[in-house]
């Protein structure tokens, strides 16, 4: 079992940066492939960035560039530095763990979830 919780979130004008971070509960975090997904209002969930065990790394298009996702086995955390936000990245912001060594886009294939951390990007 793994719990994760997401912290970070918050009020930002568009340009600015945020970092949110993902704290996972239990000793085998190291071997999850970590997502980082974001759902905004009337939409559905979707996939963000992603990372597996070793680190590498993946992104939506519409991220790519401006987000990083990283994780630090050690301290069973995964972070995401945003920068040059949009007012269309403005969501709930979810961290997901999935139990395999590659994310991937696919909400089902993620055996856990947090709670969602608020991300509002003013114009």
């Known amino acids: 079992q793994v719990q994760l919780v997401e912290s970070g979130g918050g009020l930002v004008q568009a340009g600015g940066s945020l970092r949110l971070s993902c704290e996972a509960s239990?000793?085998?975090?190291?071997?999850?492939?970590m997502g980082w997904f974001r759902q905004a209002p009337g939409k559905e969930r979707e996939f963000v960035a992603g990372?597996?065990?070793?680190?590498?790394?993946y992104y939506a298009d519409s991220v790519k560039g401006r987000f990083t996702i990283s994780r630090n086995n050690a301290k069973n955390t995964v972070v995401l530095q945003m920068n040059s936000l949009k007012p269309d990245d403005t969501a709930v912001y979810y961290c997901?763990?999935?139990?395999?060594?590659?994310?991937?886009?696919?909400?089902?294939?993620?055996?856990?979830w947090g709670q969602g951390t608020q991300v509002t990007v003013s114009s």
């Open positions: 997901a763990a999935r139990d395999g060594y590659y994310p991937t886009h696919t909400l089902r294939e993620y055996d856990f």
């Open positions: 239990g000793r085998t975090f190291s071997r999850y492939a």
């Open positions: 990372i597996t065990a070793s680190g590498n790394t």
